[in-house]
């Protein structure tokens, strides 16, 4: 076959000598006669000696270690000797928010609260499923799995086989099921890590089946039925004849069969109530053919609230085990506390006379006698660009604008000293960009209305981000 330009003749098969322009830089990085040498980088390091690094006033009023601070991350053997050599171990030890002014906490009392004021509401001896896909909605999958767990949950729901088998990995040992099917390739991941997958095809079911004969163990599943939501499961009216299709193989248990609604959270219960119908039809059939379709369930957070004739064997419980409520009929319903807050440290304050600009575009004005304040949280951190200018920020127990374009990595707000002339920002100060400070709030629901969009994609935005979560 002839070398194609990218070196590989094939998939997968890659001429040994084929050297591509990405290789070639990667190489001269550790080349002795590229830009940076190893000798050079070492130059560099060796220039940032200790002293110099600990004086104060290099940096002006920030925070920061002193001398004495710096060396305990050193061998103290080697600093002797005159060559700095860092401790990894050491260094290892400076918290993440000391290394970068901003976070997320997780109060998992929060979870702690939802999870048992829901399961508390639930009929005696319905189950209740802690949904944790996506990192536990940007929370955190195996701490809030965990707590979860000990706030009345037995079940565990996830969007993939990777987020059960980190679950299993962290010794969660409850059952898990997969809200998917998965691929078939990774029916051994889910027999080794004993992950439950949602079927709803028959050449997927079968090879499970087949998969866990060979290995001698059982193929515990739940099975999908589609209702009316129409993205993926078995038509209810076929379901009956789906599960004659494949009961047969010896293997196969079939521990729940569940659908999902696609108007829980919506004012209007006409299409909810045709997916009830519809569900009914299936799970009756199921038990008239003589099937037992098992554990039954139904209910996400918004059916589990506003239904309770919908709780059924187990409820699915997501964003609301997180503290927020799926649609505005659910606040009289029930008690909930989020458990997200964000939080960062003013990294620059500066004056601005009338009419100087702030950020990109400088589309910000100041109109004199305002102080801004400079945070280092920005879009790759979650805090949306789509926010510029219409979130608040709180700083001492009160709501400052955020201003001007918010950046990447960082953003601005703005102290107008006409209405706060007391109020003094200092880098280093405190500030909530989710979360109380007494009486203020700033909320993530708030966000996702700004941005017409759900608290899901908010939470998961800065929870998933790079920010390093903090558990208080
Ligand atoms: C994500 C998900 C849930 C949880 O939904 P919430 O509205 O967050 O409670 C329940 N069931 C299925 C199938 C899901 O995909």
Known sequence: MADIPNGFTGFSHRDPNFVSAGDAMRRSR?????????????????AWQPASAASPQAVGSRPVAAQSEVLKYAESSSVQAGAPQFDPDKLATIPEA???????????????????????????GTLLMAVVKADGYGHGAVQCAKTALNSGAEYLGVATVDEAIALREAYVNAPI?????????????????????SVYTAEFAIRYGEAADAFGVRAPFHLKVNTGMNRIGVRWD?????????????????????????????????????????????????????????????????????????????????????????????????????AMSVKARITDVKTLPVGEGVSYGLNYRSPGAVKICTLPIGYADGLRRGLSGRTDVLLAGRRFHQVGNICMDQCMFEVNLRQRNDLDPQIGDEVTIVGEQGEASVTIDQMAETLGTIQHEIAIGFGCSRLPRIYV
Not at 103 to 114: F, G, K, M, Q, T
């Open 30 to 46: 550790y080349d002795e006669t590229s830009f940076v040498t190893r000798k050079q980088e070492r130059s560099v390091f060796d």
């Open 98 to 124: 000391d290394r970068r002014w901003s976070w997320v906490e997780i109060d998992l009392n929060a979870i702690r609260h939802n999870a048992s004021t829901v399961k508390h509401r639930l009929n005696p």
């Open 177 to 197: 099921l997969v809200l998917g099917e998965p691929p078939a390739t990774a029916i051994p991941l889910l027999l080794a890590y004993k992950i439950m997958p």
């Open 238 to 338: 076929e379901t009956v004849e789906f599960a004659r299709q494949i009961m047969f193989h010896r293997a196969l248990d079939l521990v729940g069969t569940f659908t999902h609604f696609a108007t829980a959270d919506c004012p209007s219960p006409v299409d909810f109530e045709r997916q009830v119908k519809r569900f009914a039809e299936a799970v009756n059939g199921l038990r008239g053919a003589g099937i037992n379709p098992g554990i039954v369930h139904a209910a996400n957070s918004a059916a589990a609230i506003r239904y309770p004739d919908v709780q059924l064997d187990m409820v699915r419980l997501g964003i609301a085990l997180y503290g927020f409520y799926p649609c505005p009929e659910a606040y009289p319903l029930i008690d909930l506390r989020p």
